[in-house]
């Protein structure tokens, strides 16, 4: 990758990682749907990770999870009662998004755009998920569980609604990256019609 191209990626991420997270923190208002507020940060390391692979996907993960954690990190009870922000969470959960992102479909399927969206539907259902079952085991641990939400209103008004909003989000996300990304063409150096050369593995199988 030349100098030019170099620029080209970093300034496209910067402003990409930025926007995204300064308009779900200022706006939330703005990008909700069916109750739920779209999930932007999550939705961009997921494309990121899947549409220019490993790499780029630690990169935006890890520096979208280090603004997460810093507008919005989750807070604890410490001692006395007293809160306490938790800090690391969000970087260690987006730089594993952006892994897994990258990876899912890579040894069987090529980027298709059509699967980033499936992806977005798939890492959705498995984040929030997690942070249920997390905040469930925390509760019963500070013995606090009798406050904790049914299984019904879980999936019913909080995972399948987010996954339908994020999936919303992704569409444009999807197209900015295509279009307007930080690789020309949508397409990164050192990758064939979208997908790693090391990914024909799967036409041998």
Known sequence: MNKKDRARQIIVYTVYVTSVCCLQVTFPHVFRLLG???????????????????????VVGLFVGMLRDYFSGPVIT?????PVAVLGI????????????????????????????????M???AYYSLGHILSWLYLKISRNIA????????????????ILVNIVAAVP???LLRFA???KK?????????????DRRWQKI
Do not use: W
Request: aromatic residues 14%; hydrophobic residues 45%.
């Open 147 to 162: 406050s904790y939400h049914s299984l019904r209103y879980i999936l019913f008004s909080s995972i399948f609604p987010q």
């Open 36 to 58: 739920r507020t779209c999930d932007l940060m999550l939705v961009f390391v997921v494309l990121s990770g899947y549409l220019f692979g490993t790499v780029d996907g630690i």
């Open 78 to 82: 410490g001692m006395n009662d007293a």
């Open 181 to 183: 990304g930080p690789y």
């Open 90 to 121: 969000g970087l260690l959960a987006f730089l594993y998004v952006g892994i897994l992102s990258s990876v899912l479909f890579r040894t069987r399927f090529r980027r298709k755009y059509n699967l980033g969206l499936v992806q977005v539907a």
């Open 123 to 125: 890492v959705s259902a």
């Open 173 to 175: 996300i999807l197209l």
């Open 186 to 198: 949508g397409i990164k150096s050192g990758l064939v019609d979208g997908y790693s050369v090391e």
